[in-house]
């Protein structure tokens, strides 16, 4: 099975400072997608940010930021300036294209400390 | 409507009945996905329907799961005979025509409880 392996179950970081979230995968494919989802304590999954295997430059949204790198098989979320909202269950996910069913990692439970 | 609607939100049953869950995706979106997230676990693939594709069921953990799909619209998951390790939230998504790294739109899911 290719796997999604994300190595931190929990961490606590203080508000304001960034936070880096580890995520690695397995893939024999060459064209991929990577997912950060959030879920927080009232269930829904919320879409962060996306990255494209071919992706020439890492993916950005707002706070977040992908840190992708390719031979090394990993994709890990930052997130700056964190807030106590962030506080959340984190899951990173593939996709290979051609077929889009996300495989999903174990996750990884953010407390924001005030 | 505007999300990923799902219902029962909740449902309690005991071990041995069957159950049914219902997703309707979002309007125009051609594939639907039905996970399994245990308690504090991460989420499990169980079936994927894309258009008029043959599903693929290769998540589904035994031949008491099943889902339908009528067309593009909503989706039902059956659980016969109910087990207590059955017992989870059962998540809908739901992802527009295919244009590669499509994401996900998930609904806000059913919790199982097989007593």
């Known amino acids: 099975a290719q796997k999604i392996t994300q190595t931190q179950p929990g961490m606590f970081v203080q508000e304001k400072e960034a936070v880096t979230l580890d995520c690695t995968y397995d893939?024999?494919?060459?064209?991929?997608?990577l997912f950060w989802y959030k879920q927080p304590s009232s269930g829904e999954m919320i879409f962060l940010i996306y990255?494209?295997?071919?992706?020439?430059q890492n993916a950005t949204e707002g706070r977040y930021s992908l840190n992708f790198q390719k031979a090394r098989k990993s994709a890990n979320l930052v997130i700056s300036a964190s807030q106590l909202g962030d506080s959340a269950m984190y899951f990173c996910a593939r996709s290979n294209f051609g077929n889009e069913k996300l495989t999903f990692g174990t996750g990884t439970r953010l407390t924001i400390i005030p | 409507g505007a999300g990923v609607s799902q219902s029962p939100s909740n449902k309690v049953t005991e071990k041995g009945k069957d159950v049914e869950l219902r997703c309707d995706p979002i309007s125009g979106h051609t594939a639907l996905y039905w996970y399994r997230q245990r308690l504090g676990q991460g989420l499990e693939f169980l079936i994927y329907f894309q258009g008029n594709s043959a599903p693929d069921k290769s998540g589904l953990p035994s031949d008491r799961f099943s889902a339908e799909r009528t067309g593009e619209s909503v989706s039902t998951l059956t659980i016969q005979r109910t087990q207590q390790e059955d017992s989870a939230v059962y998540l809908c998504a739901s992802s527009p025509p295919r244009q590669g790294g499509e994401k996900l739109f998930f609904g806000s899911g059913t919790q199982l409880s097989v007593l």
């Open positions: 990255q494209g295997s071919y992706d020439q």
């Open positions: 893939t024999s494919d060459p064209s991929y997608g």
